[in-house]
């Protein structure tokens, strides 16, 4: 199974992303998972241009997107892509949409195709602080997740909001992203022993 991780750059002042950083300490392989990862612009127009170029290279079994979430204490699983932008700051290119419709053809939201319980639940047993989120905001995040969503189908494919490294380790984050990538992978298996139709 391929997973594609990906992590942003620097924002908002800050000279480094928690995001993209705890995804350079994953091995490329790892119990039958091939981890690819890419940094993405904080970018509202360049970001889900990227990701989804990346998808066409690659073509994942599964897409996991990493951000920062300055003001919380644990990883967020985000059950939600919001078809909205409200941004507080520019982003990295200038662009600072206010209260606008990501895609007025779109539905209001898209859920994540990755099962957030579960997962928060598994990460909690592993104890790594985790919960599920109902809000990825309406800033660069949300606008990639409701991106991805739109053309993922039923492939695994979501959200995760990740702390500052002074509430959480990076070398937390990166267990956390292997833990979640070993449980997609044994998903996938025992999906793949029941899918032969015939
Ligand atoms: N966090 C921002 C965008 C980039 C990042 O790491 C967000 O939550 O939208």
């Known amino acids: ?3 594609l991780f990906t992590g942003f750059e620097p924002f908002d002042g800050g000279s480094s992303n928690p995001s993209y950083e705890c995804l350079k300490g994953l091995p490329p392989m790892a119990d039958g998972v091939e981890f690819v990862t890419m940094e993405l612009p904080v970018s509202f127009r ?3 241009e990227r990701l989804l ?4 290279v690659e073509r994942p079994d599964a897409v996991i997107c990493l951000g920062l979430a300055a003001n919380r204490e ?3 699983l985000e ?4 078809n909205y932008a409200h941004a507080r700051i520019p982003d990295n290119d200038g662009m600072q949409p ?3 419709l990501l895609d007025p053809a779109g539905p209001a939201a898209y859920f994540s195709t990755l099962p957030v319980v579960p997962l928060a639940e598994m990460l909690n047993r592993e104890g790594i602080p985790a919960e599920v989120s109902l809000t990825a905001g309406a800033y660069v995040c949300n606008c990639l997740l409701y991106r991805l969503l739109a053309v993922v189908g039923t492939m695994p494919a979501g959200f995760i909001h990740v702390p500052r490294t002074e509430k959480m380790a ?3 984050m990166t267990r956390a992203m292997m ?3 070993a449980c997609l992978a044994a998903e996938s298996r025992k999906r793949g022993n029941h899918a032969i139709p015939f």
């Open 1 to 3: 199974m391929k997973i």
């Open 74 to 76: 644990k990883l967020s």
């Open 179 to 181: 833990q979640t990538a």
């Open 170 to 172: 990076l070398e937390t």
């Open 98 to 100: 206010r209260d606008l």
């Open 53 to 56: 170029e990346r998808m066409k």
């Open 46 to 48: 360049r970001a889900p």
């Open 79 to 82: 059950k939600v892509g919001l």
